[in-house]
């Protein structure tokens, strides 16, 4: 298994412009969550999704953001219009929840995104 | 409020020497920890869990429910060992769980 694949692996652009990012969970994980990682705040949890349902949203910073899950085995999160501030790692993390078992997430490489 | 708290944002030891990050928990239930590990410019990768109870690398961490603390610790530091450590456990609501990250621990091992 290629594990939790993410696209672009770097985006740079120019603020005001839309920025989407890909992501797709490890085939046979339900659960899929975004984080985006900046030094200031650490590792936040943006959104999570199970079995392509939005769960909790309550970590996405405003409107501007927004994450669909239109199957199983796709998830984007979109920032539209970007601002410098949304600079950061942004993480894709996937994990097989079975309700009384705790499996551990696993993470894609990450995109880099760069806001100028 | 549930959090995860990681006193020391910096950590820097020589080669060889023992090593111990800090981890506090606060969660009403029962938690599911986990220990996890981000290498320069690597995606991040679990490095162990408290319920597998296990030694990963030479680092362990033991769940101490009394003091809502689970600190990874290694006898001997090795230059390699130099990365990002996050503590976190698992919150669950409803009919899904999500984890709840500390702010990170970089752990830099000096020759």
């Known amino acids: 298994d290629a594990g939790v694949i993410q696209s672009p692996r770097h985006e740079v652009t120019e603020m005001g412009q839309e920025v989407t990012l890909r992501c797709k969970p490890i085939s046979g994980h339900n659960s899929l969550f975004w984080y985006r990682q900046t030094m200031m705040r650490g590792l936040e949890l943006l959104i999570y999704f199970n079995n392509n349902v939005p769960i909790d949203d309550s970590g996405m910073p405003e409107d501007r953001f927004s994450a669909k899950m239109p199957n199983a085995s796709f998830s984007t999160l979109k920032i539209q219009p970007s601002e410098p501030r949304d600079s950061a790692v942004y993480f894709c993390?996937?994990?097989?929840?079975?309700?009384?078992?705790?499996?551990?997430?696993?993470f894609g490489d990450g995109t880099r995104l760069s806001i100028l | 409020a549930q959090r995860v708290t990681q006193p020391e944002k910096l950590l820097s030891v020589f080669k060889g020497a023992p090593v111990e990050l800090k981890c506090n928990y606060s969660y009403s239930g029962s938690p599911e920890l986990f220990w996890y590990v981000q290498y320069s410019r690597q995606r991040l990768q679990l490095l162990l869990r408290?319920?597998s109870r296990e030694s990963i690398k030479g680092f362990t961490a033991d769940l101490n429910k009394g003091e809502t603390s689970f600190h990874l610790k290694k006898p001997f530091a090795q230059e390699e060992d130099s990365a990002m450590y996050y503590c976190a456990f698992t919150r669950r609501q409803g009919g899904s769980e999500k984890l709840v990250f500390g702010k990170g621990t970089k752990l830099t091992v000096n020759p």
């Open positions: 993390a996937s994990s097989l929840y079975q309700g009384s078992s705790n499996q551990p997430q696993h």
């Open positions: 408290h319920i």
